[in-house]
């Protein structure tokens, strides 16, 4: 079970663990209103953004699975977050399957960078994990993110207010 991000590769973007190094851009992507629009729906003080990029490094030794920075390839640097979780989140179709989750910088949207990235992450979820499948959950309206979800071959399952607002549950099973 990997207690760290593997590094994976892509032909633009590096899946690495995160560092020190990384919290400046962290921080300020999450401070982004165009950013948190459809994840909390409000920029993240820095602390909490700090505590939450903490805490998505410690699901690799609690889980077997977790988060990696997007990095480019060519300077290393976050463009981006994403992987599996377990977050508790209370939404009963999440229980006992990592939900896949993503986030890119604002300046780095309309790219490709989300399936790209999301796809290495599939691919090591279905060559690592004894999962029948992934989910993910996307607010209603986040066109962008339903339009990856599609691509990665994630599917409309039902619908969760667990959040206090409607959350549309998606699935894709093992191998796409």
Do not use: N, Q
């Not at 165009?34 to 699901?59: C, H, N, Q, Y």
């Not at 790219?111 to 090591?124: D, F, H, R």
């Not at 989910?135 to 339009?147: K, L, N």
């Amino acid at each position: 079970m990997p207690t760290i991000a593997p590094v994976v590769e892509t032909d633009r973007l590096r899946l690495r663990p995160g560092r020190l190094a990384d919290k400046d851009r962290h921080i300020a992507m999450w401070a982004d209103a165009r950013v948190t629009r459809f994840i909390g729906g409000e920029p993240r003080a820095p602390d909490v953004s700090w505590g939450k990029f903490l805490s998505a490094a410690g699901l690799w030794p609690v889980m077997g699975f977790g988060y990696w920075v997007f990095a480019d390839r060519a300077s290393d640097a976050l463009i981006g977050m994403g992987g599996l979780s377990y977050f508790g989140r209370g939404i009963a179709e999440l229980e006992g399957v990592p939900e896949a989750g993503w986030a890119f910088d604002a300046d780095h949207w309309g790219a490709g960078y989300a399936t790209e990235a999301m796809t290495a992450v599939l691919g090591w979820a279905d060559a690592h994990l004894d999962v029948s499948d992934v989910r993910c959950i996307i607010d209603h309206g986040h066109a962008a993110s339903e339009r990856v979800a599609a691509k990665l071959g994630f599917r409309h399952i039902g619908d969760s207010d667990a959040l206090g607002h409607v959350t549309a549950i998606y699935s894709r099973p093992r191998g796409g």
